[in-house]
């Protein structure tokens, strides 16, 4: 067994991808309508996910006020996503041209290299690697 997918509260579709796909670099695995939200309003299927995983993120645009509540405080301010990358350096460097959120300075750990970051959200992310 495997996790297929995790989902992520987001203001909006398209920003999302962009931050997901043209920032970090993921893949674009599915956008596709879906059926609409119990309000009637239209939404879609968006999955991304690192090149090469099986588990992907779901993003899923917040419907409601308390799901708008919650976008980018999933996890109570907590880091609560893990991105762990081959060339860390390489990574921080095009993310920081990019314009990631970085909270302080990559430092070194027991596992590795890391530093956290914020998504487009404003969830905390740990950028992990070498």
């Known amino acids: 067994m ?3 997918l ?13 931050f ?4 970090l670099g993921f893949e674009l695995a599915e956008d596709s309508p879906s059926t609409t939200t119990e309000g009637g309003r239209p939404k879609r299927w ?9 588990t ?3 993003l899923a645009q917040a419907d409601g006020e308390r799901q708008a509540a919650a976008v980018g405080d999933q996890h109570g301010g907590r880091v609560g996503f893990f991105l762990r990358v081959d060339d860390f350096d390489a990574h921080y460097s095009r993310m920081t041209e990019a314009g990631v959120e970085f909270l302080g300075e ?8 890391v530093v956290v970051f ?11 690697g070498t």
Do not use: C
């Open 2 to 4: 495997h996790m297929q």
């Open 56 to 58: 992907g993120i779901l």
């Open 6 to 18: 995790i989902s992520l509260l987001v203001a909006e579709y398209d920003p999302a991808i962009e």
């Open 106 to 113: 990559p430092r070194s750990e027991p596992y590795g290299r």
């Open 46 to 54: 968006v999955v991304v996910r690192p090149p090469g995983a099986e």
């Open 118 to 128: 914020r998504d487009i959200a404003g969830n905390k992310w740990d950028l992990l």
């Open 20 to 23: 997901f796909v043209g920032t």
